[in-house]
Protein backbone atom coordinates (compact mmCIF):
# COMPACT_ATOMS: atom_id res chain seq x y z
CA UNK A 1 0.00 0.00 0.00
CA UNK A 2 2.55 1.88 0.90
CA UNK A 3 3.71 2.17 -3.31
CA UNK A 4 0.11 3.22 -4.21
CA UNK A 5 -0.23 6.39 -2.84
CA UNK A 6 3.27 7.79 -4.59
CA UNK A 7 2.36 6.60 -8.18
CA UNK A 8 -1.21 8.52 -7.22
CA UNK A 9 0.58 11.26 -6.71
CA UNK A 10 3.12 11.04 -9.29
CA UNK A 11 0.18 10.29 -11.62
CA UNK A 12 -2.06 13.89 -10.07
CA UNK A 13 1.55 15.49 -10.43
CA UNK A 14 2.14 14.56 -14.15
CA UNK A 15 -1.57 15.52 -15.25
CA UNK A 16 -0.97 18.53 -13.68
CA UNK A 17 2.27 18.96 -15.91
CA UNK A 18 0.38 17.81 -19.03
CA UNK A 19 -2.45 20.43 -18.16
CA UNK A 20 0.21 23.43 -17.77
CA UNK A 21 2.22 22.36 -21.08
CA UNK A 22 -0.98 22.31 -22.98
CA UNK A 23 -2.49 25.62 -21.41
CA UNK A 24 0.92 27.47 -22.02
CA UNK A 25 1.62 25.89 -25.71
CA UNK A 26 -1.67 27.38 -27.16
CA UNK A 27 -0.50 31.04 -26.16
CA UNK A 28 2.82 30.91 -27.61
CA UNK A 29 1.47 31.08 -31.09
CA UNK A 30 -0.16 33.81 -32.68
CA UNK A 31 -1.91 34.13 -36.21
CA UNK A 32 0.52 36.00 -38.38
CA UNK A 33 -2.06 38.24 -39.70
CA UNK A 34 -6.26 38.45 -38.69
CA UNK A 35 -8.51 35.81 -40.74
CA UNK A 36 -11.02 38.99 -41.84
CA UNK A 37 -14.00 36.50 -41.37
CA UNK A 38 -12.80 36.02 -37.79
CA UNK A 39 -10.41 38.60 -36.38
CA UNK A 40 -11.68 41.78 -38.54
CA UNK A 41 -14.72 43.31 -38.33
CA UNK A 42 -17.23 43.80 -40.89
CA UNK A 43 -15.84 46.15 -43.12
CA UNK A 44 -11.98 45.70 -42.30
CA UNK A 45 -9.50 44.23 -44.08
CA UNK A 46 -6.50 42.06 -42.33
CA UNK A 47 -3.41 44.58 -43.05
CA UNK A 48 0.18 44.03 -41.22
CA UNK A 49 1.36 47.72 -40.03
CA UNK A 50 4.84 47.71 -40.09
CA UNK A 51 6.65 50.67 -38.00
CA UNK A 52 10.41 51.24 -39.00
CA UNK A 53 12.40 53.66 -36.78
CA UNK A 54 15.40 55.50 -38.50
CA UNK A 55 17.78 57.34 -36.48
CA UNK A 56 19.23 60.27 -38.04
CA UNK A 57 22.89 60.31 -36.10
CA UNK A 58 25.86 58.94 -38.20
CA UNK A 59 28.11 57.02 -35.81
CA UNK A 60 31.25 57.85 -38.44
CA UNK A 61 29.82 61.70 -37.11
CA UNK A 62 27.19 64.12 -38.20
CA UNK A 63 23.44 63.61 -38.83
CA UNK A 64 21.45 62.56 -42.24
CA UNK A 65 20.41 66.39 -43.26
CA UNK A 66 16.65 66.81 -44.15
CA UNK A 67 17.36 67.32 -47.50
CA UNK A 68 18.83 63.20 -47.70
CA UNK A 69 16.32 62.46 -45.65
CA UNK A 70 13.75 63.14 -48.36
CA UNK A 71 15.71 62.20 -51.27
CA UNK A 72 16.44 59.13 -49.37
CA UNK A 73 11.88 58.82 -48.82
CA UNK A 74 11.56 59.81 -52.18
CA UNK A 75 14.32 57.44 -54.22
CA UNK A 76 13.73 54.58 -51.83
CA UNK A 77 10.76 54.29 -49.63
CA UNK A 78 7.74 55.87 -51.98
CA UNK A 79 8.61 53.72 -55.21
CA UNK A 80 8.31 50.81 -52.78
CA UNK A 81 4.94 51.64 -51.23
CA UNK A 82 3.05 54.25 -53.35
CA UNK A 83 -0.01 53.94 -52.27
CA UNK A 84 1.27 56.08 -48.86
CA UNK A 85 2.99 55.91 -46.14
CA UNK A 86 3.05 58.24 -43.11
CA UNK A 87 6.67 59.67 -41.21
CA UNK A 88 6.48 61.21 -38.17
CA UNK A 89 9.25 62.74 -36.61
CA UNK A 90 10.74 61.51 -32.95
CA UNK A 91 13.32 61.98 -30.60
CA UNK A 92 14.89 58.16 -29.46
CA UNK A 93 17.37 56.57 -27.80
CA UNK A 94 19.11 53.06 -27.11
CA UNK A 95 22.08 51.18 -26.48
CA UNK A 96 24.38 49.81 -29.21
CA UNK A 97 26.88 47.71 -29.67
CA UNK A 98 29.44 49.86 -28.04
CA UNK A 99 27.24 49.96 -24.72
CA UNK A 100 26.51 53.22 -24.64
CA UNK A 101 23.15 55.01 -24.93
CA UNK A 102 22.69 57.09 -28.21
CA UNK A 103 20.51 59.64 -28.28
CA UNK A 104 19.21 60.97 -31.40
CA UNK A 105 16.41 62.46 -33.74
CA UNK A 106 14.68 60.21 -35.70
CA UNK A 107 11.99 59.64 -38.26
CA UNK A 108 9.39 56.73 -37.82
CA UNK A 109 7.84 55.41 -41.39
CA UNK A 110 4.92 53.71 -40.72
CA UNK A 111 3.51 51.50 -43.43
CA UNK A 112 0.07 49.63 -43.86
CA UNK A 113 -0.51 46.99 -46.05
CA UNK A 114 -1.53 43.71 -47.26
CA UNK A 115 0.35 40.93 -45.77
CA UNK A 116 3.09 39.71 -49.05
CA UNK A 117 6.49 38.65 -49.83
CA UNK A 118 7.21 41.40 -52.02
CA UNK A 119 6.17 43.67 -49.02
CA UNK A 120 8.84 42.02 -47.19
CA UNK A 121 11.25 42.04 -49.97
CA UNK A 122 10.94 45.58 -50.04
CA UNK A 123 11.06 46.43 -46.23
CA UNK A 124 14.10 44.34 -46.08
CA UNK A 125 15.35 46.55 -48.71
CA UNK A 126 14.45 49.64 -47.05
CA UNK A 127 16.44 48.94 -44.37
CA UNK A 128 19.48 47.63 -45.95
CA UNK A 129 19.56 51.00 -47.89
CA UNK A 130 19.16 53.38 -45.13
CA UNK A 131 21.96 50.75 -43.20
CA UNK A 132 24.58 51.37 -46.09
CA UNK A 133 24.14 54.87 -47.25
CA UNK A 134 23.75 56.23 -43.56
CA UNK A 135 26.25 53.80 -41.93
CA UNK A 136 23.58 52.54 -39.25
CA UNK A 137 24.20 50.13 -37.22
CA UNK A 138 20.41 49.10 -37.13
CA UNK A 139 17.12 50.10 -38.38
CA UNK A 140 14.17 48.56 -36.19
CA UNK A 141 11.08 47.10 -37.57
CA UNK A 142 7.63 46.62 -35.60
CA UNK A 143 5.25 44.97 -37.02
CA UNK A 144 1.54 44.50 -36.12
CA UNK A 145 -1.34 42.58 -37.73
CA UNK A 146 -4.05 45.30 -37.48
CA UNK A 147 -7.61 45.34 -39.34
CA UNK A 148 -8.08 48.38 -41.40
CA UNK A 149 -11.21 50.56 -43.24
CA UNK A 150 -10.21 52.95 -46.14
Known amino acids: MSRAVPQV????????????VAIL???????SAPEPSRACAAGFEAFERDT?????????G???????WTAFLDAVVTPAFPKGLTVIDAAGQWRG????????????????HPRSSRDDTAIAGIIGTYRQRF????????????CVRF
Open 25 to 31: AGCGALP
Open 52 to 60: LYFGRAIPA
Open 97 to 112: ASGSVMRESSKLVVLL
Open 62 to 68: GQVSDAQ
Open 9 to 20: VTRSRLAVAVAT
Open 135 to 146: GQEAVLQERQSV
